[in-house]
């Protein structure tokens, strides 16, 4: 991973530490449990030291130029120590489900210590069933989804047996931690770097004007679609109050198999199905509220990933955000698929993504105190009423020191004035729903996880009718 000494944060990377405030932490996680007796502490630091190289970023930590010449950059950190990261504790007895994620809200609701490696994870001892898991958070600064499962593949293994892998953790040696001067050159040279490159993309673009017009009049009507957006701004709900910094967690357990027979039988993709059964346990949640859902239609904020095949095993942020339509006022679930199936197509055709990242870019230019507030009005409550994200996993089984990988719960961020946030997970089979909340604002954040069960089961029902009835009349059953 191309991780160097001094790399200059991109302006999506900078935009999350804009964006956190004392209540809105901008960390990401997940919970991971694991069959079998958990190793010992000294085994499991040894395993992450032993990885330690491949992720070089995980040893560094933020520096900032003085007088704001650029944006901040990653730099050695020459005190680094693997005990501080990798925290152990063990759960009372019984160990049950509800104690561990009580834990993990406390642990999501203590934001990173900025001098330090922005990352921690936590090795839990004592959950039922001879099991362990681990907690963990690293700044979304650090990291998105679909590099955070490339992260995974890295430290754990592919088989129950540890590979031999390449030495080399043991033999780092920070660089120098650099001086105000340092820094301020290489503030500077990031903006030299930033005006090179917009001069070469303008030199490239009048030397292909038929081209360069085509891409910019796409990437005008893509910005147009974000600014018509925000012109119409998403329904005032009780999701979108003050926050505190305190969370809830809860969790869904959900097989992909499911959700591929309800795509396969009604239409539309998994991610379809997914948005499809939020809404779903969303309108009976605003419904045990006693919030009346006729013709309202909340917008979830949907990240895209625009990560090339070749950018695979690379840190750092290459999301692009589409606001998706949830639907709640459609009673019928079927017709909800299909509602969802429509607009979410209609969105792939449209340029929403093309315009968030071309704005991205504009930003890649911006002084960071333009770029700061430019980023505080992408997570604006006019533009969603809550995260919806929906991240591919490995679909193999993943090992830690010979323990089998059971579930993975991802868990993502809120802004502020969001209350709620889901994050959907795939792995080896599964579909995991990790479900974050404000700890005031959600008391009742279990209506929304048995909504999800509900409308996930009236989907599956309909669709194995609906299977049943494309049957030829010979398979039809007795």
């Known amino acids: 991973?191309?991780?160097?000494?001094?790399?200059?944060?991109?302006?999506?990377?900078?935009?999350?530490?804009?964006?956190?405030?004392?209540?809105?932490?901008?960390?990401?996680?997940?919970?991971?449990?694991?069959?079998?007796?958990?190793?010992?502490?000294?085994?499991?630091?040894?395993?992450?030291?032993?990885?330690?190289?491949?992720?070089?970023?995980?040893?560094?930590?933020?520096?900032?130029?003085?007088?704001?010449?650029?944006?901040?950059?990653?730099?050695?950190?020459?005190?680094?120590?693997?005990?501080?990261?990798?925290?152990?504790?063990?759960?009372?007895e019984p160990g049950d489900e509800p104690q561990l994620l009580l834990l993990a809200g406390r642990i999501f609701s203590q934001r990173l210590d900025r001098s330090k490696p922005l990352w921690e994870t936590w090795f839990v001892e004592g959950l039922e069933g001879n099991r362990f898991a681990l907690i963990s958070k690293t700044h979304h600064a650090l990291i998105d989804g679909i590099a955070g499962v490339d992260l995974a593949t890295v430290l754990f293994d592919l088989g129950p047996v540890p590979p031999e892998l390449p030495t080399g953790g043991d033999e780092w040696q920070p660089a120098p931690e650099p001086g105000s001067a340092e820094l301020l050159v290489a503030g500077v040279r990031g903006l030299v770097r930033a005006g090179t490159e917009l001069a070469t993309r303008s030199v490239r673009a009048a030397s292909r004007p038929d081209s360069t017009a085509r891409r910019v009049r796409e990437a005008l009507e893509g910005v147009g679609e974000i600014v018509w957006a925000g012109l119409n701004p998403a329904p005032e709900t009780p999701l979108n109050v003050e926050i505190g910094p305190h969370r809830r967690i809860v969790v869904v357990r959900g097989e992909l198999e499911d959700f591929k027979t309800i795509k396969n039988a009604l239409g539309g993709t998994v991610n379809d199905v997914v948005l499809t059964v939020v809404t779903g346990a969303l309108r009976r949640w605003l419904h045990s509220r006693g919030v009346r859902t006729e013709g309202m239609e909340l917008r979830g904020l949907v990240p895209v990933s625009i990560r090339g095949d070749d950018e695979h095993g690379q840190l750092g942020n290459r999301i692009a955000a589409m606001r998706g339509p949830l639907p709640v006022y459609i009673a019928d679930p079927v017709a909800r698929l299909r509602f969802v199936k429509q607009a979410m197509d209609g969105l792939k055709e449209s340029k929403q993504a093309l315009g968030a990242e071309v704005i991205a870019g504009v930003n890649d230019f911006a002084p960071p105190t333009i770029l700061a507030q430019a980023s505080r009005i992408n997570f604006s409550t006019r533009l969603f009423n809550l995260i919806v994200t929906n991240v591919p996993g490995p679909q193999f089984p993943l090992y830690l020191l010979g323990r089998e990988l059971q579930d993975i719960y991802p868990i993502a961020f809120l802004p502020e004035k969001h209350a709620l946030a889901v994050a959907i997970m795939s792995y080896n089979g599964k579909l995991d729903f990790g479900l974050l909340a404000d700890f005031d604002a959600l008391p009742d954040l279990d209506v929304i996880e048995e909504g999800i069960r509900e409308s996930r089961d009236e989907l599956l029902r309909a669709a194995r009718k609906a299977g049943g009835a494309r049957r030829p009349r010979a398979e039809q059953p007795a």
């Open 1 to 92: 991973m191309a991780q160097q000494h001094l790399d200059r944060l991109t302006a999506v990377d900078a935009s999350f530490l804009a964006n956190e405030g004392r209540s809105s932490h901008m960390h990401v996680g997940g919970i991971t449990t694991f069959e079998g007796p958990p190793p010992s502490y000294p085994d499991f630091l040894d395993q992450i030291r032993g990885r330690l190289h491949l992720v070089p970023r995980y040893r560094q930590k933020l520096a900032v130029p003085p007088l704001e010449t650029g944006r901040p950059v990653w730099v050695d950190d020459p005190n680094f120590n693997l005990e501080y990261h990798v925290r152990h504790t063990a759960l009372p």
